[in-house]
């Protein structure tokens, strides 16, 4: 059973459009939620992390929002790209940097 | 500019093989991690390590075991590989150091093909 539920597993966006990826959680203990970003034949890498004591985050084209009292938060890729080809993963963290990681969601974006 | 490097890219055993996988990083991290990677399931752990000698059972260990000698090698063995062991396979590093963000970085993965 998945504690982060991670929606959709992919998506397509034209260049210059938004992608908005989605993911829940369970386990109020979580204190940190993390998007890593994949790259095909490479290991994932940190893209950008909020705390849940903050509702918005934003780092150049990629913002996370956080609503703590529906569990739930959301990657929004503005201006998309094709070089954001990848797949994406939602995680959240509990004691002891532990990190739980949602399904993934492959995104494409068309030239 | 760390770095997490792991023994195979690509690897085909036979089943009830004894499987070894090597991690090795450079950046004299605390944690070490080994998780697996499935379509759809995302990475789910499988062990991790705080410090030498010292390991904790993740979310999925059965099946595995892991070594953790030197501060800098985290081993995951496949006491005897089974076809559902078929997977790719990352190692992941980090420190309290860096703060609270506790950053993970990822090996490029270990694709395991068990026949």
């Known amino acids: 059973q998945q504690q982060v539920k991670q929606s959709p597993q992919s998506l397509i966006v034209q260049k210059g459009g938004i992608s908005i990826i989605n993911c829940a959680y369970e386990?109020?203990?979580?204190?940190?939620f993390p998007w890593y970003q994949q790259f095909p034949g490479k290991g994932p890498a940190l893209l950008i992390a909020?705390?849940?004591?903050?509702s918005e985050k934003k780092e150049g084209r990629f913002t996370i929002s956080f609503n703590k009292s529906a569990k739930q938060f959301s990657l929004h890729i503005m201006d998309s790209q094709p070089g954001d080809s990848a797949t994406y993963f939602c995680a959240a963290r509990a004691a002891g940097n532990k990190l739980t990681f949602g399904g993934g969601t492959r995104v494409l974006v068309k030239p | 500019d760390v770095k997490v490097t792991q023994s195979s890219r690509y690897l085909v055993k036979r089943t009830g093989e004894k499987v070894f996988l090597e991690c090795v990083q450079d950046?004299?991290?605390?944690?070490m991690f080994w998780y697996r990677q499935d379509p759809g399931l995302g990475l789910r752990l499988i062990y991790f390590?705080?410090?030498?000698?010292?390991?904790e059972k993740g979310d999925i260990p059965e099946g595995y075991s892991v070594s953790r000698e030197k501060k800098e090698r985290f081993s995951l063995i496949l006491e005897s590989a089974s076809t559902n062991q078929t997977s790719m396979y990352l190692c992941?590093?980090?420190?309290?150091?860096?703060?609270?963000?506790?950053?993970?970085?990822f090996g490029p993965g270990t694709r395991l093909t068990v026949t």
């Open positions: 909020i705390r849940p004591d903050v």
């Open positions: 992941a590093s980090s420190t309290p150091r860096q703060g609270l963000g506790y950053e993970q970085y």
């Open positions: 950046m004299d991290h605390e944690n």
């Open positions: 390590s705080y410090d030498v000698k010292m390991k």
């Open positions: 386990n109020t203990a979580f204190d940190y």
